[in-house]
């Protein structure tokens, strides 16, 4: 397995939750760290992705300045930190890896299981 999400939940709206993205070294090792969320009946769309070397960030419009993701090298680990959250946030939370910070699927290779995430 090389990349294991955890973290996720049920909150009321308004809550947080930060997930947790526990990678292989060598899946780290890709430029690119990126979330990706899945609502029921519901197309998998891009959230938040981080460049490994320089830790840019980018962020979907609809969780900007409420959603932060970061990372630890020392762990290989990856975060989402999610904030004043809403019912439309209600999700599958997948972590994902790859060369470049795109919003498309394509644009990663490895991809996790993925955690639940519930707001009410």
């Known amino acids: 397995v090389q990349l294991v999400e955890s973290g996720g939940g049920s909150v009321q709206t308004g809550g947080s939750l930060k997930l947790s993205c526990a990678a292989s070294e060598y899946t780290y090792r890709r430029n690119c760290m990126g979330w990706f969320r899945q609502a029921p009946g519901k197309e998998r769309e891009w959230v938040a992705g981080i460049y490994r070397g320089v830790s840019s960030t980018y962020y979907a419009d609809s969780v900007k300045g409420r959603f932060t993701i970061s990372q630890d090298f020392a762990k290989n680990t990856v975060y989402l930190q999610m904030n004043s959250l809403k019912p439309e946030d209600t999700a599958m939370y997948y972590c994902?890896?790859?060369?470049?910070?795109?919003?498309?699927?394509?644009?990663?290779?490895?991809w996790g299981q993925g955690t639940q995430v519930t707001v009410s």
């Open positions: 994902a890896a790859g060369p470049i910070c795109g919003s498309e699927e394509e644009d990663y290779n490895y």
